[in-house]
């Protein structure tokens, strides 16, 4: 099984981001690498659909100890995840960040409700491969910002009211 024990891990710098997973016995582990951004969302939905659909998922904890940034879209996804994993598998999955301004980040989108939150260094197993990018149309785009935007605006007032004016732009556009 893949231990969420915490290691040293140290990653050069990075601008673009990337996902790297792994797996063992259904229990998978996510690390987001960089700057993870909108035109990762087709690679971030595709992937954790294939993982719901695995038949030996038990786990998923995420990584975010090496995210420069993340936007608004992949908050949301993430915030699906947290979502679909306890209606569909009963259980929380745990997110692991160091960096303090990204632990304020997903604090202040509500996501102490949806993970367990673990302020700490997690050691991603060597195996993890990048996930190859999935690039998706731009309407296949524009549906998962819009949806990702709407998970988002669900968890709270704040976050309804932060996202509500780029939600009707997105959707009337």
Known sequence: MISPHCLSASVA????????AA????AYV???????????????????????????FVSVWVDLCSAEGLDSTTLGLLAKLALTVKERFG???????????????????????????REELC?????????????????EVKEKVIEAHKVLMELSPENR?????????LECG
């Not at 797996?23 to 259904?26: F, I, Q, T």
């Not at 990204?102 to 202040?108: D, K």
């Not at 050691?123 to 309407?139: F, L, R």
């Open 13 to 20: 710098e990075m601008a673009d981001g990337r996902i790297l």
């Open 23 to 26: 797996s063992h016995n259904g």
């Open 30 to 56: 996510i690390r987001f690498e960089g700057d993870v951004r909108l035109t990762l969302c087709t690679t971030i939905d595709e992937y954790f659909q294939r993982m719901y659909d695995d038949p030996a």
């Open 91 to 117: 259980f929380q999955p745990a997110i692991y960040s160091c960096d303090p301004g990204i632990n304020r980040l997903i604090r202040s989108m509500g996501f102490a409700q949806l993970f367990v939150l």
């Open 123 to 139: 050691g991603t197993p060597e195996e993890a491969a990048e996930i190859p990018v999935v690039e998706g149309s731009e309407n």
């Open 161 to 169: 009211a932060r996202f509500k004016d780029l939600l009707s732009a």
